[in-house]
C-alpha cells in the first residue's frame, strides 16, 4: 500500500526528528504508531498522509514514487487517503451534512450519489438525527464520529488518524476504535497514531514504535509500553 | 432538507466588514475610472471637433475705412475663383455691435457711429494646408489692411491645455489601476493567511488549487459583479444631472451626437475591464499564495 525508504524528516537545522524510516503498510493491514510525547508520531503521519515532503528518502504508494515537488500530481494519491485528527478539524461554518460531503463535493461527485452516500454513512456512525447541525453544538464523540466519517466518505485505500481518541473518555474511545475495527474488517489499511496503552490491548494490531527517531516493528503480544514511556 | 442538498462555501470567505470595504473600494474605483475615462473621451472629441471646425475656415478682418466697393469687388472675385473655398459672408455692423457692447460699454449708439472693422467668415472645403496657406498669401497680397485669422495660435493653446488635462485624467486612471490591483491582491492574501488550516485541510481532503481558486473567484467575483452594478447606477445618476446642469449638446460623455450609446460603451468595457482585472489578480495571487504557502 505505503512504503518508506531511508525516509529522513528535519525541520530547518534540527536533528533529523525521523531517520532512515524503512517500512511498509501492506494492503489491508492495522498499525498503531507508538513512541513518547514529541517522538515524531504527528510528523509520521504527515508523512504517510503526503502532506509534508521527506527530507530525505523515498515514499511509494502502490508502487509509485511520490514526486513532492509536483503539488499537482499528489492530489490523486491524497484522495486515496483519508485522515482524521485529535481535534477532529471539522469546519464550523459547515453543517454535520456538508462536512462530510466536502471530499465528494471536491471530487465532483453527482449531487445524488453525495446525498445517498453521506446520509448512510452518518446513519452508520450513528449521527443520522444530527446531519443538519453545526460541530459546534456537538459533543467530542460526535465531532470525532463526523470527522470519521469525513475521512470514509470517498472510500480511502489508507486511514490514518491522529490521537482520535486523545479527547475522549475510555467509553466514547472505545466506540471510535469499534468504528476503526469495522472499517478494518472491511478492507481499509490503517495506521493510528496513540499511546492509549489500554486501546492498544483492547484492540491488539501490529505497533510502529519511534523511538530517538528510528521506528521499528512489534507484533501484537510482544508489547513494552516501558519503553515508550521512557 | 432545503439545507442539506444548499451549498456551502468550503472556506469561509464572507467576513462582512471586510467584504463591505471591497465592496466600496470596486464601486469607487470603477465610477472614478468611469468618469475619468469619460472626461479624457469628452476631451478628445471635443477638441477633434475644434480642429476640424477651424482647419475648415478664415475669418478676414478689415480696418475700418478700408473696405471700399473696389476691394469688395476684388476680394469677392478673388474667394469664388478659389477651389478651396466653399462659401463666405461677410458680418452684419449689427451683429458686431451686439457682439462687443457688452465689453465696450456702447450703450445705444447707433453701428454707423461706431468705426467697426469688415468681418467676412470663409468656409473651406478642404483642411488641405498648402491650399490654405496659398489662399491666405493670395488674400494679403490684396491689401495689407486685411488681417487673416485662423485662430491657430489660440487652438494650439487650447490643445495644450486639454492635452495637459487627458495626461492628469489618464495618470489618474494608471493610479487608480494601481491602487485597485493592490486592494484586491491584499485582501486576497490577507484571506488566504486567514484561512490557511482550512485551505491546508482541503488539500488534505484532496482539493486541487483549481478548487480553491474556484473559492475566490466565486466570492470575489460576485463581490465585483455587485460593485461594477451600482457604480453603473450611480455612473447614470452622474449622466443625467450633468445634462440636467449643462444640457444635453454639452453633455460630459463621449459625444455630443451619440451620448447614451457611448456611455453604455464606455461603462460595458470599463465593467469587462475591471471584471478581468478582479479574475486576473484573483488566480495570480492565489497561485503565488499556495505555491508559496502550501
Redesign the interface.
Given at each position: 500500500m505505503i512504503e518508506f525508504e531511508n525516509v529522513g524528516l528535519r525541520y530547518g537545522t534540527h536533528p533529523e526528528i525521523i531517520s532512515d524510516a524503512n517500512f511498509s503498510l501492506p494492503q489491508g493491514s492495522f498499525h498503531y504508531l507508538t513512541g513518547a510525547s514529541g517522538a515524531g508520531k504527528t510528523s509520521l503521519i504527515r508523512l504517510l498522509?503526503l502532506?509534508q515532503p521527506p527530507s530525505r528518502g523515498q515514499i511509494r504508494m502502490k508502487d509509485q514514487v511520490i514526486m513532492h515537488n509536483n503539488?499537482?500530481s499528489l492530489?490523486p494519491f491524497?484522495?486515496k487517503i483519508g485522515?482524521v485528527y485529535q481535534n477532529a478539524?471539522l469546519?464550523d461554518?459547515?453543517?454535520v451534512?456538508?462536512n462530510v460531503a466536502?471530499?465528494l463535493?471536491?471530487?465532483k461527485a453527482p449531487?445524488k450519489e453525495i446525498?445517498q452516500n453521506v446520509k448512510e454513512l452518518l446513519q452508520w456512525v450513528g449521527l443520522g438525527n444530527r446531519?443538519?447541525f453545526y460541530p459546534e453544538t456537538l459533543s467530542g464523540g460526535e465531532r470525532q464520529r463526523v470527522s470519521i466519517a469525513?475521512a470514509v466518505i470517498?472510500q480511502p485505500h489508507l486511514l490514518l488518524a491522529d490521537e482520535p481518541t486523545g479527547n475522549l473518555d475510555d467509553k466514547l474511545s472505545y466506540k471510535i476504535m469499534k468504528l476503526f475495527d469495522q472499517l478494518h474488517k472491511m478492507g481499509t489499511t490503517i495506521a493510528i497514531a496513540t499511546h492509549d496503552e489500554h486501546l492498544i490491548e483492547a484492540f491488539p494490531h501490529s505497533l510502529l514504535r519511534i523511538e530517538n527517531g528510528h521506528i521499528g516493528l512489534e507484533e501484537p503480544g510482544v508489547l513494552n509500553f516501558q519503553k515508550a514511556r521512557s | 432538507m432545503k439545507?442539506?442538498?444548499s451549498y456551502?462555501s468550503?472556506i469561509?470567505l464572507k467576513n462582512k466588514q471586510a467584504d463591505r470595504f471591497m465592496l466600496g473600494m470596486i464601486t469607487a474605483l470603477t465610477i472614478l475610472l468611469l468618469i475619468v475615462i469619460s472626461s479624457a473621451l469628452y476631451f478628445q472629441n471635443l477638441t477633434a471637433g475644434w480642429k476640424t471646425k477651424m482647419d475648415q475656415s478664415l475669418t478676414l478682418e478689415i480696418k475700418s475705412g478700408a473696405f471700399d466697393a473696389d476691394m469688395e469687388k476684388k476680394l469677392i472675385q478673388l474667394l469664388k475663383n478659389q477651389e478651396a473655398v466653399s462659401s463666405h459672408t461677410i458680418e452684419k455692423a449689427d451683429n458686431i455691435v451686439r457682439v462687443v457692447s457688452p465689453w465696450l460699454n456702447l450703450g445705444d449708439i447707433p453701428a454707423d457711429e461706431i468705426s467697426l472693422p469688415t468681418i467676412i467668415h470663409v468656409s473651406l472645403k478642404t483642411n488641405n494646408e498648402i491650399q490654405k496657406d496659398k489662399l491666405i498669401f493670395d488674400i494679403k497680397s490684396l491689401s495689407k489692411n486685411i488681417q487673416v485669422n485662423s485662430y491657430n495660435d489660440w487652438f494650439e493653446q487650447s490643445l495644450k491645455k486639454t492635452r495637459f488635462l487627458q495626461t492628469i485624467s489618464i495618470l489618474t486612471a494608471l493610479a487608480l489601476f494601481v491602487l485597485l490591483v493592490m486592494v484586491i491582491s491584499l485582501i486576497v492574501r490577507d484571506r488566504i493567511l486567514i484561512h490557511k488550516?482550512?485551505i491546508?485541510?482541503?488539500?488534505?481532503?484532496?482539493?486541487?488549487?483549481s478548487?480553491i481558486k474556484g473559492e475566490f473567484y466565486r466570492h470575489i467575483l460576485t463581490l465585483s459583479f455587485f460593485g461594477i452594478g451600482l457604480a453603473g447606477i450611480l455612473f447614470l445618476c452622474f449622466y443625467g444631472v450633468t445634462i440636467v446642469f449643462m444640457g444635453q449638446d454639452v453633455s460630459v460623455l463621449p459625444t455630443e451626437n451619440h451620448g447614451f450609446s457611448n456611455m453604455l460603451c464606455t461603462f460595458i468595457i470599463t465593467a469587462l475591464f475591471i471584471f478581468a482585472l478582479t479574475f486576473i489578480v484573483v488566480r495570480t495571487t492565489v497561485t503565488n499564495a499556495?505555491?508559496r504557502l502550501?
Open positions: 498522509s502532506i503539488r499537482q492530489i491524497r484522495r485522515v478539524r469546519l461554518h459547515m453543517t451534512f456538508d466536502l471530499p463535493r471536491i471530487k449531487n446525498q446531519m443538519d469525513r470517498s | 439545507k442539506l442538498t456551502t468550503a469561509p488550516e482550512v491546508a485541510l482541503l488539500q488534505t481532503l484532496g482539493a486541487r488549487d478548487y499556495l505555491q502550501f
